[in-house]
């Protein structure tokens, strides 16, 4: 039996995950040191608010100049490996 997980069912995302994980970065004493995108204040969670909102990519990078695809892709990378583990219920 072979277990299927990102890196062997998709390697060639994995390799791109970690190179947009860079782009997320945590600074001690910039926004309560959560995570931002390459050292702006603009938070990971703040990105994720625009896109749960409804806003395009088109409207986060026209409204945000400093902001690059990559970085909205690099938060959204975040997220999954974030909320990517077990959780353990009571019963």
Do not use: N
Request: aromatic letters at 6%; one cysteine or more; a negative charge.
């Amino acid at each position: 039996m072979v277990a299927f997980t990102r890196d062997t069912a998709y390697p060639e995302a994995t390799s791109m995950s970690r190179e947009r994980l860079s782009r997320i970065t945590i600074e001690k004493g910039k926004c309560g040191g959560r995570p931002c995108i390459r050292g702006q204040r603009m938070r990971v969670t703040d990105l994720l608010e625009l896109l749960a909102a409804g806003a395009s990519f088109d409207e986060i990078l026209a409204d945000y100049a400093f902001l690059e695809r990559e970085d909205i892709l690099a938060a959204l990378d975040y997220a999954a490996h974030q909320v990517d583990h077990v959780v353990i219920q009571s019963s």
